[in-house]
């Protein structure tokens, strides 16, 4: 099986010391850093555009994860695309034109990337499951940093997975809001390849080894 991927959520960065928080995921073992970007509408909170992406984009070594809690995502993906996004995720629950969309973020060359929120079915991806790079299960309710794991993410990430087994697909499976030391093993049990953290790494006292300890953790079960 090939190694998970961690990717640290700039939201729980301190914005103050902006070069110095993309430089330390730089340095450190993550895959990717993850930016989320909330519009006030689909999400009850405001984060911020391309304009941020883009000055990340100069600071980061590390491909830009850029996770859309947006309306009518359609809109920006060539924005964001230009703005150095390498992984575009767009929400299911945003886009009645999903399989649409997943062709047009192809089309800029980015991974597609589809979330569904907490409530939200495996199944519902079925018919488009082969089009996607990327699944992203938010693991909290969309919107902020710092909340608790919801559990039966597990179960649809254990589902999820046997569906791209099934389909013999090379897909990844994210999931995101809510990890850290404590749960991260378990999430890779039941099938993750991406996980996305916040407040645990930022907040803790050495980030970079914070994202070691998550990026070993398998190592361990061979
Ligand atoms: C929540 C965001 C997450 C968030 C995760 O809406 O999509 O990426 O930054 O933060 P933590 O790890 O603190 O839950
Ligand atoms: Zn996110």
């Not at 947006?70 to 703005?83: D, K, L, M, S």
């Not at 939200?120 to 089009?131: A, R």
């Not at 992203?136 to 179960?155: D, E, H, R």
Request: aromatic share 6%; glycine share 8%.
């Amino acid at each position: 099986m090939p190694k998970h991927k961690i990717a640290p959520s700039l939201l729980a960065a301190d914005f103050t010391r902006l070069r110095e928080e993309v430089e330390m995921v730089n340095n450190s073992v993550a895959d990717w850093l993850h930016l989320d970007v909330m519009d006030g509408r689909f999400v009850p909170n405001l984060t911020f555009g391309m304009l941020i992406v883009e000055a990340v984009r100069q600071l980061s070594t590390k491909p830009l994860d850029v996770h859309l809690m947006i309306v009518e995502p359609e809109r920006y993906v060539g924005a964001f695309r230009q703005a150095g996004a390498d992984v575009i995720t767009v929400h299911y629950e945003a886009c009645p034109h999903l399989h649409r969309i997943i062709h047009q973020i192809k089309e800029t060359g980015a991974m597609a990337g589809v979330a569904l929120n907490p409530h939200t079915p495996v199944g519902v991806l079925e018919n488009v499951l082969e089009e996607v790079d990327l699944i992203c299960l938010m693991s909290v309710n969309p919107g902020f940093g710092g909340q608790k794991f919801i559990y039966q993410t597990l179960s649809k990430v254990r589902h999820l997975r046997e569906m791209l087994t099934t389909l013999n697909s090379s897909a990844l499976v994210e999931v995101d809001g809510g990890i850290g030391l404590q749960n991260a093993e378990v999430i890779l049990r039941a099938g993750a390849d991406v996980l996305v953290v916040g407040s645990s790494v930022f907040g803790s006292r050495d980030p970079a080894a914070t994202i070691a300890t998550m990026k070993a953790l398998n190592e361990s079960w061979l």
